[in-house]
């Protein structure tokens, strides 16, 4: 199987890092971050451009841009892990849709088109009678979306909720553990790389909405935008708070919540009790589905990270050509 | 998509159950419990099979065998929900084996035929053009086979372990909750249904033993029989060794563990801190796995029950409908 990568920052070359590592089957015919791109029908020399990246250069020609990976590279796959881009899904929307357009099956860990457009994008990849895959845009490594949609399929879920965010999973747990406050235990984030210099789109709940919308929309047949999450972030939460939630044997997490026939999108702090399998430490993430034949299913993982992540966008890979790919 | 269901006690009837309350498109053509069976290749009606079979009475004709339905009902998967021999796997073996050879998909929750002859069957099925499916065999209604054969695709397994009976989980549970000794705790476990009046293939960790063969042969290429499997069961464990975990804030619970390059399949009491995710309470299942890509993942969800059981039989019907069954 062969597949074109656009975005080499972190995910990108966790996929690489894998490929080099795995005998997976898997060649890299197109490769393009914002600044440079190769394309190469024999296989790109992965190690190299790894090398190119991590010296601070750009990972291949400048005269190389990702619209030219989309269009003139021979791929099966386009694995699309450029940021997200929450407003207008681009620059990862259009190669997204001009790959479907191209008969190419699309894997993505890029929350924006998926949140933004995921009904046109699949009537696009129906249309073409392609696949698009999008396991890595919700907890990282955690395989929630294969779960929910085969493993449960034939299920109603009438409420699914936890914990979305590593960064404020790693902050409340340091507050609760070390009696911190907010600002501190930001700057510990920070310090150990969990946050971003800013950190509205974590500690704000943005992210965590981003994932609700994009469940709400592929997989509980709701039609929302980010606009329909009501949402409370961290911010001000005190230490006393958290002391206070310690008491009663409960602590605080933020929780991403959806009742779908509710209408209800909801990220807020709330008190747990301990024992409760969602209050989770440090950077995970878990998610509990209520589903009216299975029951409660929890699922617990790394929410976040270059290896992790490239875990989800693998699976997604194997699955596609398992199906779909002759010959390969 | 036609299907035809050999065992009617609760697996079976929570399946009928669901199909009456869910318009999945699934019709059922075939049926027989031990003594008696139906054939009608225009849909069997299932409410009136329900209401002979819940008045005592068998739920067909005397006169159709469990063997008839196989060959001469009319249906694309056999789903095969006929309890336990972990000796021979028969008579429910032989009709898997049947129905693979007429080219017919299988979906069982039986796992002495999965635990006994995996590579055999699939061998058949391959053969034959057909898929063998068994996501109900372990751990109930969590998704665990589809999270790790197609989530965790590409991910190399190091440890597998967790609580895989409900009943030696409740018991646990119950015995540290209220020091009750293990009899006590027993005989109220059997009060509730949780338990048979004879509970040594639970309390022995037998069927958490032939769960742990069935991921070490189906998902982690080893090839193991329930012989393999050092085992511990609970029956000895007194209301002291509990108090004495609870005293270190810890407590005790049965643990199946895989480690595939040791060799090692083990089950066990253990101490677990009870923040740990994997002490789950009362009945629930809990299972972690150590992904090299995805890190650690914890499933939590019900391991038993009979409509928490239909859910994955019904999850592997609508995969097996999606991918293989024509015009349905």
């Given at each position: 199987?062969?597949?074109a990568?656009l975005?080499?920052?972190?995910?990108?070359?966790?996929?690489?890092?894998?490929?080099?590592a795995?005998?997976?089957?898997?060649?890299?015919?197109?490769?393009?971050?914002?600044?440079?791109?190769?394309?190469?029908?024999?296989?790109?020399?992965?190690?190299?451009?790894?090398?190119?990246?991590?010296?601070?250069?750009?990972c291949?020609n400048?005269?190389v841009?990702?619209?030219?990976?989309?269009a003139?590279?021979?791929y099966d796959?386009?694995v699309?892990?450029?940021?997200?881009?929450?407003?207008?899904?681009?620059?990862?929307?259009?190669?997204?849709?001009?790959?479907?357009r191209?008969?190419?099956?699309?894997?993505?860990?890029?929350?924006?088109?998926?949140?933004?457009?995921y009904?046109?994008?699949?009537?696009?990849?129906e249309?073409?009678?392609?696949?698009?895959?999008?396991?890595?845009?919700?907890?990282?490594?955690i395989?929630?979306?294969?779960?929910?949609?085969?493993?449960?399929?034939?299920?109603?879920?009438?409420?699914?909720?936890?914990?979305?965010?590593?960064?404020?999973?790693?902050?409340?747990?340091?507050?609760?553990?070390?009696?911190l406050?907010?600002?501190?235990?930001?700057?510990?984030?920070?310090?150990?790389?969990?946050?971003?210099?800013?950190p509205?789109?974590?500690?704000e709940?943005?992210?965590?909405?981003?994932?609700?919308?994009?469940?709400?929309n592929?997989?509980?047949?709701?039609?929302?935008t980010?606009?329909?999450?009501?949402?409370?972030?961290?911010?001000?939460?005190?230490?006393?708070?958290?002391?206070?939630?310690?008491?009663?044997?409960?602590?605080i997490r933020?929780?991403?919540?959806i009742?779908?026939?509710?209408?209800?999108?909801?990220?807020?702090?709330?008190?747990?009790?301990?024992?409760?399998?969602?209050?989770?430490?440090g950077?995970?993430?878990a998610?509990?589905?209520?589903?009216?034949?299975?029951?409660?299913?929890t699922?617990?993982?790394?929410?976040?990270?270059?290896?992790?992540?490239?875990?989800?966008?693998?699976?997604?890979?194997l699955?596609?050509?398992?199906?779909y790919v002759?010959?390969?």
């Amino acid at each position: 199987m062969r597949i074109a990568i656009l975005g080499f920052g972190s995910v990108g070359r966790g996929i690489a890092r894998v490929l080099l590592a795995k005998d997976l089957g898997i060649a890299v015919t197109g490769l393009a971050d914002s600044k440079s791109g190769i394309i190469d029908a024999g296989g790109i020399d992965l190690a190299a451009a790894l090398a190119r990246k991590e010296g601070g250069g750009p990972c291949g020609n400048p005269g190389v841009s990702p619209a030219d990976v989309v269009a003139k590279a021979k791929y099966d796959v386009l694995v699309e892990v450029t940021p997200t881009n929450v407003e207008t899904g681009e620059p990862a929307l259009g190669h997204i849709r001009e790959a479907l357009r191209r008969h190419k099956h699309v894997v993505t860990s890029n929350k924006g088109p998926i949140a933004l457009d995921y009904p046109g994008l699949r009537a696009l990849a129906e249309a073409n009678g392609v696949l698009l895959k999008y396991e890595a845009t919700v907890c990282g490594a955690i395989p929630l979306i294969h779960a929910m949609q085969e493993g449960l399929a034939g299920n109603t879920i009438s409420r699914l909720y936890g914990v979305f965010n590593g960064t404020c999973n790693y902050i409340l747990t340091r507050m609760a553990a070390e009696g911190l406050t907010y600002e501190q235990a930001l700057a510990e984030a920070r310090e150990l790389g969990y946050a971003e210099a800013d950190p509205t789109y974590d500690v704000e709940g943005i992210d965590a909405g981003i994932k609700l919308v994009i469940l709400a929309n592929t997989i509980l047949d709701l039609s929302t935008t980010l606009d329909d999450v009501e949402r409370t972030g961290i911010t001000l939460l005190s230490p006393e708070a958290l002391q206070l939630a310690e008491d009663q044997d409960c602590t605080i997490r933020l929780i991403g919540e959806i009742i779908p026939d509710a209408g209800v999108l909801r990220v807020s702090p709330r008190i747990i009790p301990k024992t409760h399998p969602l209050v989770v430490e440090g950077t995970l993430n878990a998610v509990t589905v209520e589903a009216d034949l299975a029951g409660d299913l929890t699922f617990i993982g790394k929410g976040a990270g270059s290896t992790e992540t490239a875990s989800a966008v693998i699976g997604d890979l194997l699955y596609i050509r398992e199906r779909y790919v002759k010959g390969s």
